[in-house]
């Protein structure tokens, strides 16, 4: 009997387990059926945020990083919670409204990340009236397949949607009560889940959260959503912040200036160039990698390449453009400042006042001016140019177009070097001294006027024996049809057409009392899997060495980022074999160009943020607008908060946050000279007291 009464206990107590799971099972089904349109709302929203990490950031600890899907699930999750609000019915609209409106964001950052290797801005959309003059560069070159993934989501969503509604789900009637107590719920999670990932924040990731410099950082830490609202606030707060926030910003800039040296500095190259005339060039997307590579013993720069041995190279020279690209490279060159924060300089400051090298040269005397075959009104140039001191801008309008003689975007560098030179012969009758920028355009993205640019094969030609005697020549197709390959034959034809320049200019006299300045305005954003096959090319089987083939030559994400250095040369007829004719191996970057110049030419900006290279030399730090730095030492990515040593030298802890904090610095402080006009003596009185 006692046995009967256990073994009944046990089934009784068997049973109620069964119901409890039962019930427990039905309740989360429930929940599931309940709320499967949030539930796949919140999972599409997520897993779009992180198939955009995976694309961007080729790691798996970034595309799949907790605190990015932690940041992602809450944003999705406080957006859902609304959606209780509504009535079944509506619900659908609601969350596929924001759905669609946060695949938009993903597909646009998977866009721009392909051509900029940044995420995008708010501040940028007041450069979308430039998409229509590279549009053909946008399409051919950016958007990509993978960039359509994105829209599964929304399609997931409706179909779940339209699922839905043959079950009748929307028949349903929910009281007004039921709605807010369920988003009271959602919402309890939400910031529950908000709390433990606020736990697992560290004062750099707040820091940075607050600076927005390094985007991929914020964005490996944050989520994509998170990034994109945050970024719409530092896009405002400068608008915000040049009513309210001067003072603070004046200081910073007053006591940056006070503890730094402000007195020029003599060395054995001042005023060399006092009162010769000056051409300055633009080589548009030059980079110094490929610059004397050669293919069937045909280099690919043979202009350039001699025009470095003549004159004065810098071959570690970096460009320090940010979203601005070629109007970055422009602004830094002119008056030794870096890239806006948000925005760019050219679009967003054209009305600021700015200490530039043409304002300088007008106080000797020159004539200022700029040459370049495109809308004056792309990248704001019109305006821009007024505030940098050009007395006269030669846009599209002073050159004669046809279609016979454009390639890629406009006019043909060897048409327009051909017609420019016919209007500095009269600039240079009319004028003791002179000083204009000439913006080549030919080898700017997509690099797809193949057929323009004359022949210079990218393949691999070899004249091969064969058994029985007879002599074949053998072609291996290397760098035919890659972008890479393309490119290397644009660059190719711009130096042709700089050649050509440089001889009409002599036969001309203009070379006769000139310093010819040569820059490149920043890399061509070229695909990495192309550099692959240039550095890798497996001929016999036409594809790129395995990784683990002894003669592979890695190529990974330092060396692509060491890899855009680009050339800056510069260059006088008489200067070959003396002691100007040198090569200077030393790190320079863009902003060290108008200290360097200016010492050459005697003048001197005691607000640059660059050196004299000739007086810093070893010792010199090229800073980037992301974060990222490089000395003659080593290679920083703020991204990783890792670097690369480039040299033996031993590297303390000590130096790299010494450089760190300078960086930060140099780039509040060339924000806020430019965000708050400080360089403007109407709206900064402690100006006038230096």
């Not at 291996?476 to 660059?491: A, D, F, H, I, R």
Request: net charge positive.
């Amino acid at each position: 009997m006692k046995r009967i009464k256990i073994g009944i206990n046990k089934l009784i107590s068997s049973t109620r387990k069964k119901i409890k799971k039962i019930k427990k099972e039905h309740l989360i089904r429930q929940f599931i059926q309940d709320n499967l349109l949030l539930i796949v709302f919140i999972a599409t929203v997520v897993i779009n945020s992180t198939i955009l990490r995976f694309f961007c950031m080729k790691s798996i600890e970034n595309y799949l990083s907790i605190k990015a899907i932690m940041a992602d699930t809450v944003v999705a999750m406080f957006i859902g919670s609304f959606s209780f609000l509504f009535k079944p019915k509506n619900r659908f609209a609601y969350l596929i409204s924001f759905n669609i409106f946060l695949t938009l964001i993903c597909i646009i950052n998977s866009v721009y990340y392909t051509f900029y290797t940044s995420f995008a801005s708010v501040s940028m959309l007041s450069l979308t009236q430039y998409v229509s003059d590279v549009g053909d560069a946008v399409v051919e070159n950016v958007i990509q397949l993978k960039d359509l993934i994105y829209i599964l989501g929304p399609i997931i969503l409706t179909i779940t949607h339209f699922k839905l509604k043959k079950k009748k789900y929307y028949k349903r009637i929910d009281l007004k009560s039921e709605r807010k107590r369920k988003t009271v719920k959602s919402l309890g999670a939400t910031g529950i889940l908000l709390l433990l990932f606020l736990v697992t924040m560290n004062s750099l990731d707040v820091s940075r959260f607050i600076k927005q410099w390094n985007k991929e950082y914020i964005v490996m830490r944050f989520g994509i959503y998170v990034y994109q609202f945050n970024d719409a606030v530092i896009s405002i707060k400068p608008k915000i912040n040049s009513m309210f926030g001067f003072d603070k910003a004046n200081k910073e800039f007053l006591d940056y200036y006070q503890n730094t040296p402000t007195n020029p500095q003599t060395n054995e190259y001042t005023d060399i160039f006092k009162g010769k005339n000056v051409i300055v060039i633009h080589a548009e997307s030059m980079m110094t990698n490929v610059m004397d590579m050669e293919f069937n013993g045909v280099k690919v720069a043979p202009n350039m390449t001699r025009l470095s041995e003549e004159g004065m190279y810098f071959p570690n020279f970096y460009s320090q453009v940010s979203v601005g690209t070629s109007s970055d490279s422009e602004l830094t060159f002119n008056t030794s400042l870096l890239p806006t924060k948000s925005g760019t300089a050219f679009v967003s400051y054209s009305d600021r006042t700015y200490i530039t090298t043409p304002k300088y040269l007008k106080e000797q005397g020159y004539y200022t001016f700029s040459m370049h075959a495109n809308n004056a009104d792309f990248w704001n140039r019109r305006n821009m140019y007024n505030s940098i001191g050009y007395d006269r801008f030669y846009s599209k309008v002073d050159y004669k177009v046809d279609k016979e003689n454009i390639i890629g975007l406009g006019l043909s560098d060897k048409s327009f070097f051909s017609q420019s030179i016919t209007k500095l012969k009269k600039i240079n009758e009319k004028h003791d001294k002179w000083y204009g920028l000439l913006i080549m355009l030919s080898n700017h993205t997509p690099f797809s006027s193949v057929d323009k640019y004359g022949e210079f094969p990218v393949d691999i030609k070899e004249t091969v024996t064969m058994e029985d005697g007879r002599v074949e020549e053998k072609v291996y197709p290397y760098m035919e049809g890659t972008k890479v390959g393309n490119y290397l034959k644009s660059y190719h034809y711009a130096d042709s057409a700089l050649g050509e320049f440089m001889t009409g200019l002599d036969e001309a006299g203009l070379l006769d009392n000139t310093v010819v300045v040569i820059y490149g305005d920043h890399d061509a954003r070229l695909p990495k899997k192309d550099y692959d096959r240039l550095f890798n090319y497996d001929k016999e089987n036409d594809a790129t060495l395995d990784e683990e083939d002894v003669n592979y030559k890695e190529y990974d994400s330092y060396q692509y980022e060491l890899g855009r250095k680009v050339p800056f040369i510069i260059w006088t007829k008489d200067m070959k074999g003396t002691k100007l004719n040198m090569k200077v191996n030393n790190v320079m970057g863009m902003y060290d160009v108008m200290p360097t110049l200016g010492n050459m030419f005697g003048f001197y900006n005691k607000y640059a943020l660059g050196h004299d290279i000739f007086n810093i030399g070893s010792n010199n730090i090229v800073v980037f607008p992301n974060g990222n730095w490089v000395t003659n030492k080593m290679y920083y990515n703020s991204q990783k908060s890792a670097y690369l040593p480039l040299t033996e030298e031993e590297i303390t802890e000590e130096e790299i946050t010494k450089n760190v904090e300078y960086t930060n610095k140099l780039l509040d402080v060339s924000n806020n000279i430019i965000t708050f006009d400080l360089f403007n003596p109407e709206k900064n009185l402690s100006l006038e007291k230096e």
